[in-house]
């Protein structure tokens, strides 16, 4: 049993981490597995040093330890890159110039309800769909034909371990069209390689047989299976947890800085009082 806890780099932090990674960690301790730290940093932009150093210092205080070197995914922009490259040509990528802005403009024409949101939000309503790879311009994001995705791929299960949705699951393919859509690989203007893509090639790479992560990607799932199918790459168990709340019920956000784990450490709390706080 091999698990991990993959936090990005662009903030401290707080208890919704410490949970999901001391429920990552006592997970692997109880089945005799190991605890994986991953470091997400391909938003360049928003990723920095300091915040890295302070995941380190923040997880040994807990109390976890696990391998090193531990994979940064800023060393593996190239493989990819490669993916992306591999997937376009089997027709299933394609260029994409819309900002934010234009999807909103795509979505204001009169039409019946709200549009459908998804994992990464708004669903992209197809503006640039069916546009060939030759014609990608400097600056433009790459997405994936999802319905062409979902044509080639056979049934999406997967088991989830988590006491929220628990036993076994089957993503609708009609549903990954409409209420997940074209999902990013690689953003507009930086060419970043997306996150989906980034963290399902990293969980097979590392050999992670049971993804632990909170309650909020649980819809990313599907997707990401999707994504294991079309690459060949084997299927892990999901271990969906609940979210920490603050007291107005909203989801910590790394906004909340004064829910900051570096914060409490300062402050004298100790590693067993973050385990009560946040309920184990
Ligand atoms: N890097 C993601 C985050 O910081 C988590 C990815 C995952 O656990 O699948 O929220």
């Given at each position: 049993?091999?698990?991990?806890f993959?936090?990005s780099?662009?903030?401290?932090?707080?208890?919704?981490?410490?949970?999901?990674?001391?429920?990552?960690?006592?997970?692997?301790?109880?089945?005799?597995?190991?605890?994986?730290?991953?470091?997400?940093?391909?938003?360049?932009?928003?990723?920095k040093?300091?915040w890295?150093?302070l995941?380190?210092?923040?997880?040994?205080?807990l109390?976890?330890?696990?391998?090193?070197?531990?994979?940064?995914?800023?060393?593996?922009?190239?493989?990819?890159?490669?993916?992306?490259d591999?997937?376009?040509?089997r027709?299933?990528?394609?260029?994409?110039?819309?900002?934010?802005?234009?999807?909103?403009?795509?979505?204001?024409?009169?039409?019946?309800?709200?549009?459908?949101?998804?994992?990464?939000g708004?669903?992209?309503?197809g503006?640039?769909r069916?546009?060939p790879?030759?014609?990608?311009?400097?600056?433009?994001?790459?997405?994936?034909?999802?319905?062409?995705?979902?044509?080639?791929?056979?049934?999406?299960?997967?088991?989830?371990?988590?006491?929220?949705?628990?036993?076994?699951?089957?993503?609708?393919p009609?549903?990954?069209?409409?209420?997940?859509?074209?999902?990013?690989l690689?953003?507009?203007?930086?060419?970043?390689?997306?996150?989906?893509?980034?963290?399902?090639?990293?969980?097979?790479?590392?050999?992670?047989?049971?993804?632990?992560?909170?309650?909020d990607?649980?819809?990313?799932?599907?997707?990401?299976?999707l994504?294991?199918?079309?690459?060949?790459?084997?299927?892990?168990d999901?271990?969906?947890?609940?979210?920490?709340?603050?007291?107005?019920?909203?989801?910590?956000?790394?906004?909340?800085?004064?829910?900051?784990?570096?914060?409490?450490?300062?402050?004298?709390?100790?590693?067993?009082e973050?385990?009560?706080?946040?309920?184990?």
């Open positions: 049993m091999i698990t991990r993959a936090p780099p662009t903030g401290p932090l707080h208890l919704g981490h410490a949970f999901s990674a001391l429920t990552a960690h006592d997970r692997a301790r109880a089945a005799g597995g190991t605890f994986l730290l991953r470091i997400e940093d391909t938003d360049r932009e928003r990723s040093p300091e890295e150093e995941i380190f210092e923040d997880l040994h205080w109390g976890l330890d696990w391998p090193e070197p531990v994979l940064r995914q800023s060393d593996h922009l190239d493989d990819y890159h490669a993916v992306i591999a997937l376009a040509a027709g299933l990528v394609y260029p994409c110039s819309c900002s934010r802005a234009d999807i909103r403009a795509a979505l204001s024409a009169p039409q019946e309800g709200a549009p459908p949101v998804g994992p990464d708004i669903v992209y309503p503006t640039c069916g546009r790879m030759s014609s990608r311009q400097e600056g433009d994001a790459l997405r994936l034909d999802i319905a062409r995705a979902v044509a080639e791929t056979g049934p999406l299960q997967f088991t989830e371990t988590g006491p929220i949705h628990p036993g076994q699951h089957q993503a609708d009609e549903e990954l069209v409409q209420g997940t859509g074209d999902v990013i690689a953003r507009r203007v930086s060419g970043e390689v997306a996150y989906h893509l980034a963290v399902t090639l990293d969980d097979a790479r590392q050999g992670v047989t049971e993804v632990t992560r909170g309650e990607l649980f819809s990313a799932t599907p997707v990401q299976r994504l294991q199918e079309l690459l060949r790459l084997p299927r892990p999901y271990h969906h947890h609940r979210l920490i709340r603050d007291e107005r019920g909203r989801r910590l956000a790394k906004r909340d800085d004064a829910r900051a784990l570096s914060l409490y450490r300062s402050e004298g709390v100790t590693p067993e973050i385990r009560r706080m946040v309920g184990l």
